[in-house]
Structures are given as structure tokens and as C-alpha cells.
Nanobody, 123 residues
Framework: QVQLVESGGGLVQAGGSLRLSCAAA????????MAWFRQAPGKEREFVAA????????NYADSVKGRFTISGDNAKNMVWLQMNSLKPEDTAVYYC????????????????WGQGTQVIVSS
């Protein structure tokens, strides 16, 4: 079992930055692939970025590549999402998720979820 708690969301102007945090409790998260998803009103939950358990490699959605950076600290059981050059279309609830199996971009494949943190980007 893993419990995930996100923080760091808020309101920011377009072009600004935010850093989201995900604190994991329970089994050490280096056992899992860790990912960030987001869901905007009326839209499906979509993959944003992942930190893979093997070799710590990363994977990003094309829409955020070059602007967002995912990172983690095994000792602290923390994962972060640094978001730069934010755009209004980045507005969504952002979720931290953990998956024990192979890497996947599908939200249906993730076993554990946080409660989400709201990000609003004004134009």
C-alpha cells in the first residue's frame, strides 16, 4: 500500500512557474513507477510525466516536453513536478500516481492515486 499526497498547486499567470510535490507514505516508492496526470474540466485524465523505477529515467507527454521536469528523492519518498512556461491550457487538477508494473501512460494502469492539486493558469 502507498499513500500519496500532492501539494503546490495554485493560481499563476501564463509564462510563470509552479512546483508540485508528491509525498509518498507506505512502501518505499522506488518500487514503483511514479507519474503525474492531469484532468481539466470536461476532459479525460491525461498523462503528463513519469519517473521510471529502472535507472530513474523519465518520460513526458509531448505537450509538456521541454517545459516540465519530473524528479524524485528515494530517501525522502518525494516526487516533484517543476512546471515552467505555463500556459492556460495547463489548467487542470494534477494527480500523483504510482504503478508497480511496467511503465504505462494509461491512467487505468495505475494502482495508487493522490487526491489531486488544482493548477490554474491565467492568460
Amino acid at each position: 500500500q502507498v499513500q500519496l499526497v500532492e501539494s503546490g498547486g495554485g493560481l499563476v499567470q501564463a509564462g510563470g512557474s509552479l512546483r508540485l510535490s508528491c509525498a509518498a507514505a507506505g512502501r518505499t516508492f522506488n518500487y514503483y513507477n511514479m507519474a503525474w496526470f492531469r484532468q481539466a474540466p470536461g476532459k479525460e485524465r491525461e498523462f503528463v510525466a513519469a519517473l521510471l523505477r529502472n535507472y530513474g529515467s523519465t518520460n513526458y507527454a509531448d505537450s509538456v516536453k521541454g517545459r516540465f521536469t519530473i524528479s524524485g528523492d528515494n530517501a525522502k519518498n518525494m516526487v516533484w513536478l517543476q512546471m515552467n512556461s505555463l500556459k492556460p491550457e495547463d489548467t487542470a487538477v494534477y494527480y500523483c500516481a504510482a504503478r508497480g508494473g511496467i511503465f504505462s501512460r494509461s491512467s487505468f494502469d495505475y494502482d495508487y492515486w493522490g487526491q489531486g492539486t488544482q493548477v490554474i493558469v491565467s492568460s
